[in-house]
C-alpha cells in the first residue's frame, strides 16, 4: 500500500511462474510503475496473467495498461457486465492454470459480488479470498445474501487443509490467516443474523437495530476496524434483511418466468432479465 493509513487498503499476489508473473488483482493505473518497480527488485519476468478476484476499481483499474504490456486479464464471465472493466479470457465455474512452479484453480465463491472468485494455489497451499473472507470488517454479502457468502467461505475450506493460508481482501493487521479464523466468521454472521431476525421481530428499525448493544459488541470483539466502520452498522443491518427477504421468496421461480427477456431501455440499451439458482436477476 502506498496510500495513507485507514484510508482504502487491500492486498494482492505476486507470483513467479516459469515464463513470467501472474499478478492477482492490481491496485489502480496510477500506482502501476510503483508496483512494476516493487516486483523488478525479485524478478525481471513480465506480467504474463492478471485474475482479477472481482470488479471492484482497486482490483481491475491497471487491467488497460497491463493488457497493453503483454499479460492476459482472467476473470469471471460476470465482470465483463460491470461498467469499464476490461477483460479478456473469462470463466463461469472453473478455471485451472499451470504455471510451471504452481498450479492455479480460481472459482465462483457465490460471495460478495455477481463475479467473485477465490484463488487457490495448490503448491503454496495458498488461497486468496479477496472480499470472500475479510479479518478486519464484515465484507459485503452479495447477491446471494448471507447463506451464499457462508457457501464461498465453506467451499474455501473444503478444498484446503489445517496448513492452508488464507489471505484476506483487504489489509490487516494479519497477513494471512488460518481455518479457524474462517469457521469463526461463520459462526459471527450466524450469530449477526440470528440477532437481527429476533429485533427485526420485534418492529424495531434499521437505525433502531443498529444500535443495539449485542450487533455493536458482536463488531466490537471481532473487527479491528471497528473503531472507523462501527459508527455506522446500518448497511451490514440492510444486508441482513435482504438474505431473510432473499430465502423467504426463494423457490418461486415459476412466478418468475413472466419476467424473464430481454428489455430496451429509453436509452436504447438492452437488459437481460434471467433466474439463476431461483433467483432473478438482470444485467446489461
Known amino acids: 500500500n502506498w496510500d495513507d493509513s485507514g484510508k482504502f487498503r487491500n492486498n494482492i499476489g505476486v507470483v513467479i511462474g516459469d515464463k513470467g508473473i501472474t499478478l492477482i488483482n492490481v491496485l489502480y493505473e496510477e500506482v502501476l510503475d510503483q508496483l512494476l518497480a516493487e516486483i523488478k527488485i525479485f524478478s525481471d519476468k513480465p506480467i504474463q496473467f492478471v485474475m482479477n478476484s472481482n470488479w471492484d476499481f482497486h482490483n481491475t483499474n491497471a487491467n488497460n495498461a497491463l493488457k497493453a504490456k503483454g499479460a492476459t486479464l482472467i476473470a469471471h464471465d460476470n465482470i465483463q457486465y460491470f461498467a469499464n472493466t476490461v477483460t479478456q479470457i473469462t470463466f463461469q465455474d472453473k478455471i485451472i492454470l499451470d504455471i510451471g512452479t504452481d498450479k492455479i484453480i480460481a472459482y465462483r465463491s457465490y460471495g460478495h459480488s455477481m463475479g467473485h472468485i477465490n484463488i487457490f494455489f495448490e503448491k503454496a497451499n495458498l488461497m486468496f479470498m479477496s472480499d470472500s473472507y475479510r479479518d478486519q470488517w ?63 421481530g420485534q418492529n424495531l428499525s434499521i437505525a433502531e437495530i443498529s444500535q443495539d448493544n449485542l450487533i455493536k459488541q458482536l463488531f466490537k470483539d471481532n473487527y479491528e476496524r471497528y473503531p472507523e466502520y462501527g459508527r455506522d452498522l446500518t448497511s451490514n443491518v440492510r444486508a441482513i434483511q435482504y438474505g431473510i427477504r432473499l430465502e423467504k421468496n426463494q423457490g418461486k421461480v415459476e412466478k418468475m418466468q413472466e419476467y424473464l427477456g430481454l428489455y430496451q431501455l429509453p436509452n436504447k440499451g438492452v437488459v437481460e432479465v434471467f433466474i439463476e439458482g431461483q433467483y432473478l436477476f438482470a444485467r446489461s
Do not use: C
Open 138 to 200: 464484515m465484507t459485503t454479502q452479495g447477491p446471494y445474501g448471507y447463506k451464499g457468502h457462508i457457501k464461498g467461505i465453506k467451499s474455501a475450506l473444503a478444498m484446503t487443509n489445517n496448513s492452508t493460508k488464507f489471505v484476506p481482501g483487504n489489509t490487516s493487521s494479519s497477513v494471512y490467516v488460518n481455518k479457524d479464523k474462517l469457521l469463526k466468521e461463520i459462526e459471527i454472521r450466524k450469530s449477526f443474523v440470528a440477532r437481527v431476525t429476533t429485533l427485526q
